[in-house]
């Protein structure tokens, strides 16, 4: 069992940077390969980033490579999500979330068995 608790969102300009954060109640953090997700309105939750448990395994959606870097620290109990260049488009609740010991990337929402609450981004033009 994981409790995850989401952070750093907020309001910033096209082409700004924002650093999310995701803290992990529990012993067993490494356990979980985890994701981000996010959801805009008016459209279903879509994957953004996946992090392996051990972190040395990274993908990330067509739409942020190149743009957004998903990083653990497992001493932490703590996932990140920086997102740079960001776009109007990328305004949405963001969510990140844990499938317990999963060595295979899962790209799904069905796919996680725990989930923050999101915070919200909202990228001005």
């Known amino acids: 069992q994981v409790q995850l608790v989401e952070s750093g969102g907020g309001l910033v300009q096209a082409g700004g940077s924002l650093r999310l954060s995701c803290a992990a109640s529990?012993?067993?953090?490494?356990?979980?390969?985890m994701g981000w997700f996010r959801q805009a309105p008016g459209k279903e939750r879509e994957f953004v980033a996946h992090?392996?448990?051990?972190?040395?395994?990274?993908y990330y959606a067509d739409s942020v490579k190149g743009r957004f870097t998903i990083s653990r620290d497992n001493a932490k109990n703590t996932v990140y999500l920086q997102m740079n260049s960001l776009k109007p488009e990328d305004t949405a609740v963001y969510y990140c979330?844990?499938?317990?010991?999963?060595?295979?990337?899962?790209?799904?929402?069905?796919?996680?068995?725990?989930w923050g609450q999101g915070t919200q981004v909202t990228v001005s033009s």
């Open positions: 979330a844990a499938r317990y010991l999963s060595p295979v990337l899962r790209v799904g929402v069905a796919d996680y068995d725990y």
């Open positions: 992090i392996s448990r051990g972190g040395g395994s990274t």
């Open positions: 529990g012993r067993t953090f490494s356990n979980y390969a």
